[in-house]
């Protein structure tokens, strides 16, 4: 058995990656992202699990649902403009409908006392499915450019700020983000001088 990993795969088109976004999104009760880093590097094998965390760390600063925007940043990677719109389309089209179909429901079922539960049952699920997908992509932090330590040190002062001290997120992204990229810069420059 060869230690090598498996090569890397490319969607054969635009209408392959509406599908796989679409089934994508039916998987993901209230969080996709737990699911996304399985079926993009583990199933499809589109990437690999590092590349996922870069695409990740962007979409998570960009406006908009990261999820959202981790699809329109893998559809351009392999089909450009045409690659985002469907894997953003596989995302939104299949979910939008069911939302809106479950939102008439909710309408009429909303005071009942087993929907309440049923819907804080799942909220816990989806903390769940993010602490999993967390603990699954935190080996490709090795070869992060801030180093284990260092991303351990950002990710403990985020959670302090904006759980405990109650720091509005964007101020934090911005000012943890901001120093994170700046420690990430000068340990690349430090990297390629030597």
């Known amino acids: 058995m060869s230690t090598e990993a498996a090569p890397l795969e490319r969607p054969r088109s635009p209408g392959e990656l509406f599908v796989a976004f679409t ?27 590092e590349q996922f965390v870069e695409i990740l760390a962007i979409g998570q600063v960009l406006p908009g649902p990261n999820v959202c925007n981790v699809a329109l940043m893998v559809g351009d990677r392999f089909f450009g403009w045409r690659g985002a719109f469907a894997a953003l389309a596989g995302m939104m089209a299949v979910p939008l409908a069911i939302v809106l179909a479950l939102t008439a429901l909710y309408a009429q079922f909303a005071a009942l006392a087993a929907v309440a539960g049923a819907l804080k049952g799942m909220g816990a699920v989806a903390a769940g499915m993010i602490v999993g997908t967390a603990l699954r992509l935190a080996p490709a932090l090795r070869t992060n ?19 405990l001290v109650r720091a509005p997120l964007v101020w934090v992204l911005l000012g943890l983000g901001a120093a994170a990229c700046a420690v990430a810069a000068w340990r690349l420059r430090a990297g390629d001088a030597r």
Not at 31 to 49: P, S
Request: proline letters at 2%; one cysteine or more.
């Open 23 to 49: 089934l994508l999104a039916l998987q993901g009760f209230g969080g996709v992202l737990a699911i996304a880093q399985r079926v993009l590097c583990e199933q499809r094998r589109w990437l690999t699990r």
């Open 145 to 163: 450019a801030l180093g284990l330590p260092a991303c351990l040190a950002f990710g403990a002062a985020a959670f302090v700020l904006v759980a």
